[in-house]
């Protein structure tokens, strides 16, 4: 069984910084992708970033130049660090990645963590 597990949301103001990170556990044989994604209130869920395990990175157009993704596999960790964050940027994030299990290659996904851009 795969978990993933977020950290680091919270409340921030307008130009601030915050970094989330994502943390998977269990019988993990290869992580390929990982993205994060957000979802703000009424809103579909958006792609954010995404990395490959070949060390390439896409950015959503509305964070580029703002945030960084990054993974450590060794660790089974990712991060998305975020700076001169905009109230537009107020969404629940979530963590996803692509492993492989066993036999298996499944996608996973954290449970949400929230993160507020407001003065």
């Known amino acids: 069984q795969v978990q993933l597990v977020e950290s680091g949301g919270g409340l921030v103001l307008p130009g601030g910084s915050l970094r989330l990170s994502c943390a998977a556990s269990g019988s993990i044989i290869s992580i390929y992708a990982t993205r994060w994604y957000r979802q703000a209130p009424g809103e579909q869920r958006e792609l954010v970033a995404s990395?490959?395990?070949?060390?390439?990175?896409d950015y959503a157009d509305s964070v580029k130049g703002r945030f960084t993704i990054s993974r450590d596999d060794a660790k089974k960790m990712m991060d998305l660090e975020m700076s001169s964050l905009k109230p537009e940027d107020t969404a629940v994030y979530y963590c996803?990645?692509?492993?492989?299990?066993?036999?298996?290659?499944?996608?996973?996904w954290g449970q949400g963590t929230q993160v507020t851009v407001s003065s």
């Open positions: 990395s490959t395990n070949g060390g390439s990175t």
């Open positions: 996803n990645m692509v492993i492989r299990t066993g036999a298996m290659t499944g996608y996973y």
